[in-house]
């Protein structure tokens, strides 16, 4: 009985990463791609 609670408990956590990690990863591509369309955008401001 706990072994299979115990596996049904990993399987659980494994499903949440598998969604997760994805979601996260996508996440921070845009806000790195919108920080890099701001950098290009106001290049001078940078300099300064």
Known sequence: ?????????????QGILVVLVPVLLAGFALLMDKFEAAILAEPEQIET
């Not at 115990?6 to 956590?13: E, I, P």
């Open 1 to 13: 009985m706990r072994a299979g609670l115990r596996g049904c408990l990993l399987g659980v956590m």
